[in-house]
């Protein structure tokens, strides 16, 4: 059943939820501490979705059109679907209330986790710094209308003048992004529980059409991607039921499909052949369909403004896209390529930054304005928008003159790299070296990196940021916590210590204040997970390193004691992930910069005396294309910056990196490829799941597959932990484990890390008198 509502003619596919001083996070937080109650969490959020409404009107977009979405969220998008559909694991089918609802408390107690029963694993959105919650469906799974928050949000904003647009991730989209249960037969796949699942999308609908909607948003990403692994056969009819399913309801508001961050391909003709209204493309990562002809009387929702990128890009050329396919199309709407949930809220709150740098830039609110002048031009001519084009032209020419964008030493360095600086001897050489320089015991144990920041460390920083603690009493505190952290590694037996990073704001901040080319902001917050903000850095020029970074923190750190301690350094492909990269350039050339600057760092290192230094590479994974034609590329190019970066070492000093919270099968060669001595691997959430791949692939290198999930507040029995390392012993020999945390330890209390780690080596020692035995 076709309707009739009329598409607005600019849009955004959503909007930051956290608030431009990172008001929900502290909202959230004190309801964990339990300082407030739900009712004064649930105030706090509400006044913040009225704010971005009045918000998003005052930059354009309009009151009573549907053009302003409703993303908001507590703690992530794919959880609020799965409480939407009540599709609860059954370890926690208690959380369903007596009148089959899901309240706030059961809604955080799903991510975080409760008692004996672990919270849902975690993993990247599609090819983002996001992380989502990963549904588990499997023929058990129950799907009912168990949260109607979508609806009261809605009615919420037109209670206060607003008439909105409804946003949910689509029903295909939720489904490929869910990992099977553990009751799930061998072969079973969540999407086929589609047919199942579609009533309660129809009820939700119908529920939106009654309060009144016009349009409701379904998100549907996982249309562009060729790295989830259904059947793309599978996943076309899967849409082609969903669509004709919720198309053909007599009650529903107008349908939207989006698919941002990447083609369409192939399911852009079922889309446009399908029973909604409109459809929208990521014009900046995908491409434009050859033929669009066949969208009839669909409203095509043209993504031509960078919704994941903070630059302030090419306005003519976005323009001139719009204005080609509106030729083309029976209704036009301008949009953001993405949600700008991927952004900091405003410029407008970096006044340090310069105004140079600032015109080159525009975080969401200016990517607002940027959705409104366009569709000013579309109405009223390129003429009426000439002022705003020629700035934007200006910007970028001002930007490609700018001093330090190009540094022709930096360059001529790059290019003279040759085959010998990215490789190290054979494996089976630096492993007899290792032994012999180390002399650590079976199964190792050892940290990721980062022990808590109290909140005297976050004081001491802030306080000497602000010019108010001294240099040297500022350094006086830090190698105090740092001998504090390493007394208390010794006192809990780690065979390998750390020294904690208390001078380290961010894994990747810290080292950009610290590179050339790289700015950072000071309240650029965007969200990663939950309640976990970060501010990421702007690469915006060639990068190189003036003096070392944290050798001296390092070198500290070992001179109190006999036990290695791990040189700390984050790798050039997460630098790139975590930051906002210039688009000027191809990234692999941006990732060579960054791996000869650490290159540099990891030699200083070596020479003060530290014999094993990790390299975290979090990010591999999560920057992977999502169209295999340019995943072998990628691979190619972040595989060899890692290798450029730790190639310099001798064979006596080891080489670790750290990945997390991505589904690791599809880069399993990969992870070999980057030849390092360990791999310290996140698999407490899925419960050793990645093991099985590793050892079935031949990986022969070090591994530390995380036993303590430390995204959660749980601390892990002797148990449990005992249980995970006896299943990874399954899978590979006792002489290639290590036993880690899954993560860095920044995030959690002291009482609950020493209490967890006490675990750990307790359940170590167990196994390895087993093993012994």
């Known amino acids: 059943m076709t309707k009739t509502a009329v598409f607005p003619t600019g849009t955004i596919l959503g909007y930051p939820r956290i608030g431009p001083r990172r008001e929900l996070k502290s909202a959230v937080e004190a309801f964990w501490a339990g300082t407030i109650t739900a009712d004064e969490l649930e105030s706090t959020a509400a006044g913040l979705r009225a704010d971005i409404r009045e918000r998003l009107t ?3 977009l309009g009151r009573a059109d549907s053009s302003i979405p409703e993303t908001f969220s507590f703690y992530d998008q794919v959880l609020d679907a799965l409480c939407t559909v ?16 899901i309240d706030l408390a059961a809604y955080f107690t799903l991510a975080r986790g409760d008692g004996e029963n672990p919270p849902l694993e975690m993993t990247k959105w599609f090819d983002s710094n996001y992380h989502y919650l990963v549904p588990e469906i499997g023929p058990e799974t129950r799907f009912s209308l168990a949260s109607d928050r979508i609806v009261r949000e809605f009615v919420e904003a037109k209670q206060g003048g607003y008439l909105t647009r409804p946003v949910i991730v689509g029903p295909v989209t939720f489904l490929l992004l869910a990992k099977p249960s553990d009751a799930a037969p061998e072969g079973f796949l969540p999407l086929d529980r589609l047919r199942d699942l579609l009533p309660v999308y129809s009820e939700l609908l119908g529920r939106l059409a009654e309060a009144g909607a016009e349009w409701v948003q379904l998100d549907e990403p996982g249309l562009v991607s060729e790295s989830i692994p259904v059947p793309r056969a599978t996943v076309l009819a899967a849409l082609r039921h969903s669509t004709d399913t919720l198309g053909h309801l007599s009650t529903r508001p107008a349908i939207f499909v989006a698919a941002p961050y990447g083609s369409l391909d192939d399911a852009f003709p079922v889309l446009a052949d399908a029973p909604i209204e409109a459809v929208g493309l990521d014009l900046v990562r995908g491409q434009t369909p050859f033929d669009l002809s066949g969208l009839g009387t669909k409203t095509l929702v043209a993504g031509v403004i960078d919704g994941h990128n903070v630059w302030r890009g090419d306005l003519n050329a976005a323009f001139d896209t719009a204005q080609a396919i509106a030729a083309q199309v029976a209704h036009l709407a301008v949009s953001t390529s993405t949600s700008l949930l991927h952004l900091p809220h405003s410029i407008d709150d970096e006044p340090a930054l310069g105004d140079g740098l600032l015109s080159w830039l525009a975080f969401a609110d200016q990517k607002v304005a940027q959705v409104t002048t366009l569709v000013r031009g579309l109405a009223d001519g390129k003429a009426a928008i000439s002022p705003d084009l020629a700035a934007a032209a200006a910007a970028l020419q001002s930007r490609q003159d700018a001093p330090g964008v190009r540094d022709s030493s930096v360059r001529a360095r790059a290019a003279a790299l040759t085959g010998t600086d990215f490789t190290r001897g054979s494996y089976e050489h630096r492993v007899e070296a290792q032994d012999a320089a180390l002399g650590l015991p079976a199964l190792p144990t050892t940290t990721i990196g980062s022990f808590p920041q109290t909140t005297d460390i976050r004081r001491a920083r802030a306080q000497h ?7 040297e009493d500022y350094r006086g505190l830090m190698r105090a916590e740092i001998a504090r952290v390493i007394a208390l590694q010794e006192q ?3 065979d390998v210590l750390v020294h904690g990073e208390p001078e380290r704001n961010d894994m990747v901040q810290y080292f950009a204040e610290n590179l050339e080319g790289f700015a950072t902001t000071a309240n650029g917050w965007v969200q990663s997970y939950g309640s976990r903000c970060t501010r990421p850095s702007i690469l915006w020029g060639d990068v190189s390193r003036s003096a070392p970074i944290s050798v001296d923190w390092a070198s500290y750190a070992q001179s109190l004691t006999a036990k290695p301690v791990k040189g700390m350094l984050t790798g050039p492909v997460t630098i790139l992930a975590w930051s906002f990269v210039r688009e000027d350039q191809p990234l692999g050339d941006t990732a060579r910069q960054v791996a000869l600057a650490l290159r540099d760092e990891i030699a200083d290192l070596e020479a003060a005396g530290i014999q094993i230094v990790q390299v975290d590479e979090p990010a591999l994974r999560e920057l992977l294309p999502l169209k295999r034609a340019n995943q072998a590329a990628y691979l190619d190019w972040s595989v060899g910056a890692f290798r450029l970066a730790t190639a310099g070492v001798s064979a006596a000093t080891q080489i670790h990196t750290h990945l997390c919270y991505s589904e690791f099968g599809v880069v399993i060669d990969a992870i070999r490829n980057l030849d390092a001595d360990v791999t310290s691997i996140e698999a407490a959430r899925s419960r050793m799941a990645v093991v099985a791949d590793l050892g079935t692939s031949g990986f022969d290198h070090g591994i530390g597959p995380g036993v303590y999930d430390i995204h959660s507040p749980r601390i892990p029995s002797v148990a449990e932990v005992v ?8 899978a590979l020999p006792e002489r290639q484990l290590w036993v880690n945390p899954d993560c860095g ?10 209490e967890s780690l006490t675990n750990v080596l307790a359940a170590t020692r167990q196994v390895r008198a087993r093993v012994a035995g």
């Open 745 to 754: 330890l920044k995030t959690r209390g002291y009482a609950e890390t020493v």
């Open 723 to 730: 249980d995970l390392l006896e299943r990874a012993l399954t």
């Open 492 to 494: 809990i037996g780690l």
């Open 86 to 101: 009540g599709a609860l694991p059954e370890r926690f089918a208690s959380l369903l209330g007596a009148d089959g609802t």
């Open 58 to 60: 005052g930059l354009g």
């Open 465 to 471: 940021l602000r010019g108010t603690l001294s240099a």
